[in-house]
């Protein structure tokens, strides 16, 4: 079970449920539920997360908080929230300690591929530091911005969420909140649509784009 070696391994397992060409359909089912199903923590530790990130307690925050999480996966967890000025968000709170897990984790992944498979030791290396980039929430505050400065403008059609500055820590990433599903939902109602005008299921588009695939 991949939730329990941690977070690196979700992760890791996140990856590879996008690679129909190395897995078969019954893995790739299994590692999908990685994408926002994992096992959550403890609403009571996200309550002390956001007092000790923000330094007050969820209920001087936010006028209503779910604590059910709306998604939880590889380093945290997200919950639907409403702000005291009426304002809906979403609160994206960091795992405890989930930063040295991970560098753990990584350390002993490279010894092994140091090992037994040194030419991969530049992947390896990359990878780690993209997916050191996702604990960085300022980070993704300042990209968000960016994003929706570039495109505010050129395509006032293309809505990216706004960070809400006075609520982002180290650990808790606030948003305003849009409707609507996730990507991977989104990707598998779009195949199933264009399989099925194609008179064919989608196992069948999938082997049909590997042939093509193949001869290119």
């Not at 409403?82 to 010894?111: A, H, I």
């Amino acid at each position: 079970d991949l939730e329990q070696m941690g977070p690196t391994f979700v992760k890791l397992g996140q990856l590879l449920a996008g690679r129909s060409d190395i897995l078969p359909e019954a893995h790739l089912e299994a590692l999908r539920r990685l994408h926002g199903r994992v096992e959550p923590f403890s609403f009571e530790e996200v309550r002390q997360i956001i007092r000790e990130e923000l330094g007050r307690d969820i209920d001087e925050v936010y006028a209503s908080f779910d604590a059910e999480p709306m998604a939880a996966a590889s380093i945290g967890q997200v919950h639907r929230a409403t702000l005291k000025d009426g304002r809906d968000v979403v609160v994206k709170v960091q795992y405890p300690e989930v930063r040295q897990l991970f560098e753990s984790d990584f350390t002993q992944l490279v010894g092994a591929c140091y090992s037994w498979r040194p030419e991969a030791l530049n992947e390896m290396r990359e990878s780690r530091r993209q997916f050191m980039c996702e604990f960085d929430f300022r980070r993704e505050a300042r990209v968000m911005r960016q994003i929706r400065s570039n495109l505010g403008s050129q395509f006032p059609n293309v809505v990216v969420p706004k960070p809400i500055n006075e609520l982002i820590a180290d650990n808790v990433l606030v948003m305003t909140r849009l409707p609507g599903g996730s990507l991977l939902d989104s990707l598998t109602k779009m195949a199933t649509a264009y399989a099925e005008s194609q008179g064919i299921t989608v196992e069948e588009l999938k082997e049909k784009m590997k042939a093509d695939a193949a001869v290119r």
